[in-house]
């Protein structure tokens, strides 16, 4: 389908994909157990464990990934074969200082990253690196607490050295927590809040913990999170200034349920409860109704005077997103919404907007919609989409003798949401310098654990147990999205 819109000729178009879902060898060359290690297979609507330790007998699937440790090297040649000239990954932080808590890095682990950066750029890839992508050590979480301990800000302050001086000639775009937004939302307790503190902060609550310590806590692992993300971003400028540290945010649209008062505050709450993050990495300083919050609640306590100075000098060059649905707010029946009491706000079902097989909505209006709000947020900052797709069941079938897939439903969904893009762009002057899309070959789910959950133009033959050839086959989306890139987004 050809379209109006095109491209700027340097913009990026790539995909993305996190260590831990894709590398496998999660216990080869010296590398340390993560927080990825210990959770076992989910499925829809069936939550993945989170084990003390790692556990015999047990099925984890981030222990084999994709093997793409082994493979990177044919995997990559695919990706340039479709024309990426991007490619998002990110470092485990196991490989590089096993515990997390070390003085001294294993070798091992970065001539790993040496030998697949230095592969992307043979091939013409510029390599897009998450510091931080659900992957933690697990040590960090045994012994100190998970990110609510100060300490793990100067362990990541080391960590962050070590790659910023190796990988300084090589690597231009870093990203330093993936979804930090994420967590946010510890109202309801539940499973998907239970995985998300963990993933993002490596924080397990006991079962009977009140709404208001885990929000205590979250806010307390938010904020030594974004010191160390903006000592990051100071670090990165005194080694390389040419590089560039960004933020990394899941947006999801909020709407209203009703036009009602009371449904339109719960909104407002809803959104200063998730964006105080991306204000606090963009602006430096956190947004007045928070630091109120804070003096009423003291779920603020442990910050220094010199967290403050950090936050303001460390501000982030770009934003990176997520964007896969978007979300329906309401007022909690019988209540008033309010920061103080985030039982007060809930979410609703919106049936105006058809979701996927595992139920997650697909809306590509709401992102353009979304782009226009984060630059009105925050103008003429750069923003790259570094994940959007669609997780499908794909069928291999075998034709005149080839093996296939034909996902026609993927074409349709990403089709849609490039148009958003690029609409964003031509019409709405919005500076996205980006496309990367999530999950180019298939990986292992992140929220789930399975590998049928694909997101790819390349299929991998692995299923849930991790059996299979582990071949690569091209879906019919590959032709397609290589096309699109050659274009450079002009045919869709
Ligand atoms: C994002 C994560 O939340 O969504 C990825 O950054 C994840 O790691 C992606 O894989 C898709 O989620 P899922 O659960 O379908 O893998």
């Known amino acids: 389908m050809t379209n109006s819109y095109k491209m700027n000729d340097n913009f990026l178009w790539g995909g993305a994909i996190a260590a831990h879902q894709a590398e496998g060898a999660w216990d080869k060359d010296g590398k340390g157990v993560s927080i990825a290690d210990v959770l076992t297979a989910g499925a829809h609507q069936k939550p993945r464990e989170i084990t003390d330790g790692v556990i015999e007998g047990l099925n984890y699937p981030n222990h084999h990934g994709i093997y793409f440790y082994d493979t990177y090297k044919e995997d990559l040649a695919l990706m340039k074969e479709m024309g990426f000239n991007s490619f998002r990954t990110s470092i485990a932080w196991t490989r590089i200082f096993p515990n997390g808590d070390e003085t001294v890095p294993n070798e091992a682990g970065l001539k790993f990253y040496d030998d697949l950066f230095d592969e992307m750029i043979k091939n013409g890839i510029e390599p897009v690196v998450t510091l931080h992508h659900f992957e933690m050590p697990y040590h960090l979480v045994s012994e100190y607490g998970g990110w609510t301990n100060r300490k793990l800000i100067d362990f990541f302050e080391h960590y962050v050295r070590v790659v910023f001086e190796r990988y300084k000639d090589k690597v231009k775009y870093w990203i330093t927590f993936n979804e930090i937004s994420n967590q946010a939302n510890q109202a309801e307790p539940s499973w998907v809040s239970d995985f998300l503190i963990w993933t993002n902060s490596g924080l397990k609550f006991s079962k009977d913990a009140t709404v208001e310590q885990r929000m205590e806590a979250m806010f307390q692992a938010g904020h030594n999170e974004l010191v160390a993300s903006a000592r990051a971003v100071i670090i990165a400028k005194e080694i390389n200034p040419e590089m560039k540290v960004g933020a990394m945010l899941n947006v999801a649209p909020m709407y209203p349920a009703t036009p009602s008062p009371a449904d339109m505050l719960a909104l407002q709450k809803a959104k200063q409860l998730r964006d105080w993050f991306s204000d606090v990495h963009v602006r430096g300083f956190y947004p007045n109704e928070l630091e109120k919050l804070f003096q009423r609640t003291g779920w603020h306590s442990d910050t220094t005077e010199q967290d403050f100075i950090d936050l303001k000098n460390g501000t982030v060059d770009y934003l990176s997103i997520s964007y896969y649905a978007s979300s329906t707010i309401k007022a909690t029946e019988g209540k008033k919404p309010s920061l103080d009491d985030p039982t007060s706000i809930s979410t609703a079902e919106n049936k105006f907007i058809k979701t ?82 999530w999950g180019p070959i298939d990986i292992v789910s992140a929220g789930t654990g399975e590998m049928k959950k694909r997101y790819g133009y390349i299929y991998v033959d692995l299923d849930d147990l991790g059996q299979g050839s582990n071949k690569r086959y091209k879906k019919d989306s590959f032709d397609w999205y290589k096309k699109v890139i050659a274009s450079n987004g002009e045919q869709l």
């Open 356 to 437: 996927s097989d595992w139920g997650w909505s697909i809306d590509p209006d709401g992102l353009r919609y979304t782009l226009n709000e984060l630059n009105d947020a925050y103008p003429n900052l750069p923003i790259m989409i570094v994940e959007n797709g669609l997780g499908a069941n794909d069928e291999l079938i075998e034709e005149n003798g080839e093996i296939t897939i034909h996902d026609d439903y993927r074409i349709d969904y990403l089709r849609s949401h490039i148009k958003a893009v690029e609409q964003a762009v031509a019409i709405d002057g919005i500076p996205v310098i980006g496309y990367l899309s």
